[in-house]
């Protein structure tokens, strides 16, 4: 308001010099240069002012703020509605040199939703989140996967847990339906992977991502270096357990976790798992026909991931190194598929590692190998899907992917698939999106 | 056996130490735990004033200190929402979950600008409650510290009688830095800057500078072609006075505009360590008036 009518000072004068008196050029330049010093001295002693002005009224604001309150509200990531809610936007084009209907992997019959991403154009799995402070002790989480399955729309409640938020000693416990937090990769969610789909001891092992009801306990040490020791007790209603054993307590898991960092740059995280699960009457391979399996499924693993980002400045590049191996025994009873009960021990395993370079901000680029190795169940299994593969099944894969914001991703992947019956070349687009609260990712 | 006695001998000595252990989010809150605590505080800052706080990754080194934690101290106003609700979950320390004693936003002590009903993300890294960089403008960290030193009287009541002491020595010096700094930035009063991100409110609103534009088109996303050769149209004839970025933001956009423009561009540390100047809370300002005066001649 002041500076508009200081303006209109000037102009005023400037038209009546302009108009009243035919000046020299000289004369016109030396009136210019004295206006524009007046005018610069004008508003800065007018933002002067003002400044002052919004000074006092803050510093006044403040002390009534101050003595308001000693406990003001706290805003450090909550959402800004209660609960928050997301949703999660993925979807795929995908393109296979041979027909994807009949993938499977020879010697690991998958389980559950395992298996190739959707030929062509297709939606993926749609998450709604939606999470809270309970109260002061409690937090609780839950997504919803809203998915289209054989033309109809399915709700699937994916992860529902409360966690006790206010446990001593360093305890912390969780309880519902959650990701176990065996392996590095399970307990993450599928829009914060760095490549389209899960490795191969994942899909055979764990059918992509063991879920299931139950309880988890996690102890963190009181030390400098980062040791988190936890375990769980489910259900065992998922791959590789299933039918719900022992009553409903089917599968028990314990897991260790490390870390810590190396210099400004440089941080990583170590950690071994193991998972004990009893199966009754497994389905896995053909969907109509399928192999049971009924007996004891053990999963060891051990992990390794080091993140590297100049002086620790993630958003301009980075660098992830992740290596995980996993190794299963079988101990039980095939049946189904055309086999009569037959027993079956075996040794498997799985092993991947990537890495993911962000070199500019926005780009990244990655590539993974991921492989299998199994024994021979016996001549009892030959002609069978069971039977040990003649040679290890392998992926190569490559991806580079644009992510404009934290919210929003773009990927393009190529995977060189020697797991297959056919060996394959596989590519396709990926886009993950999400909107309204999200949750923060741990490392 | 041997193992086991190592491993306790490796332990006791830290839960011995009599210390306030605070974990802040940003290195100007270490600093001023340090200022007000002194030997009686043990303090560690998740972040250095050379990375920016909105993007760091919620490591394990962090999550063992969160573990450990009597005080967390955070500028709060969702700067750290990409990672501290990951630490207070996993760290398991309900001493100081949000809510309770142990835990501080400093923003929430201070009257927060640009505060904003609009979250719609198309424009951006935006803060509904408000700019969180509050650590620029001296006043804030005068009220701020005024808290601080109540809550660690509260946590350590044994020693609170020393921090009361130590917080009234240092509200003194302070005071008196400030009316330094204002009779030195007086001619910094109604320079116009162009600031990379909105990190500087509070220094602007303090000094007296007045904000004519930003590098980032859009907050938090880094600055465009586009965008860049606007503000050189813009700017070309003058019109500000200084660009100023930060030490961790790249500093290509800010020297292109410089070379094209004749404004000169600056570094300013936004927290402690940020520049070599930048030693402590007062060198911190110091340093800012100085390069600020150096640059906006």
Known sequence: MRVDFVNGVFLFLVIGFSSGVLAQDSDLDLLRTELAELRSDYDARIADLEHRLALAEQNQQQASLLTQSSVPAVNIGSPSSNPGIGVIFTGSAWNYSANPDGYVVQGFPYGGEAGPITEGLALGETELIMNANVDDKFSAWLTMALAVEDGEAVVEIEEAWVEATALPAGFGAKFGRFFSSIGYLNSRHAHAWDFADQPLPYQAFLAGQLIDDGIQVRWLAPTDLFLELGGEAMRGGQYPASGAAHSG??????????????????????????????????????????????????????????????????????????????????????????????????????????????????????????????????????????????????????????????????????????????????????????????????? | MRYLYTMFLLLVPLAAQAQLRVFSCEPEWAALAEEIGGELVAAHSATTALQDPHYIQARPSLIAKVRRANLVVCSGAQLEIGWLPALLQKANNRNVRPGSRGFMEASSFVLRLDATQNVDRAEGDIHPLGNPHVQTNPHNVAVIAAAMAERMAELDAENASVYESRYADFATRWQAAIADWETRAAPLSGKRAITHHKSWVYLERWLGLVEVGNLEAIPGLPPTATHLSQLTREFSDGGADVIIRSPYQDEKPSKWLEERTGITAVVLPLSVGGTDGATDLFGLFDDIINRLLGAAQ
């Open chain 1, 249 to 443: 307590f089917g599968s028990y898991s314990l897991f260790a976790n490390i870390g810590g960092d190396a210099g400004a740059n440089s941080s990583w995280l170590a950690g071994m798992s193991y998972l004990d699960s009893t199966a009754i009457g497994r389905p896995s391979g053909d969907e109509d026909d399928p192999f049971l399996f009924t007996g004891d499924s053990r999963l060891v693993t051990a992990q390794a991931i080091w993140k590297w980002a100049p002086n620790g400045n993630w958003k301009e590049k980075n660098l992830i190194l992740q290596a995980e191996y996993l190794q299963r025994r079988e101990d039980g009873e095939y049946s189904g598929a055309g086999l009569s009960p037959t027993q079956y021990k075996v040794d498997q395993q799985g092993w991947y590692a990537q890495a993911v370079y962000q070199p500019v901000q926005r780009w990244r680029v990655g590539g993974r190998i991921d492989s299998l190795t199994s024994d021979n169940p016996g001549p009892a299994f030959d002609e069978t899907l069971l039977a040990a593969p003649l040679n290890d099944p392998r992926r190569y894969s490559i991806m580079m992917d644009w992510a404009n914001s934290e919210f929003s991703r773009l990927r393009l992947q190529f995977t060189r698939d020697e797991a297959g019956l056919i060996d394959d070349n596989q590519w396709g687009l990926q886009y993950i999106h999400s909107i309204g609260a999200h949750g923060a990712h741990t490392f």
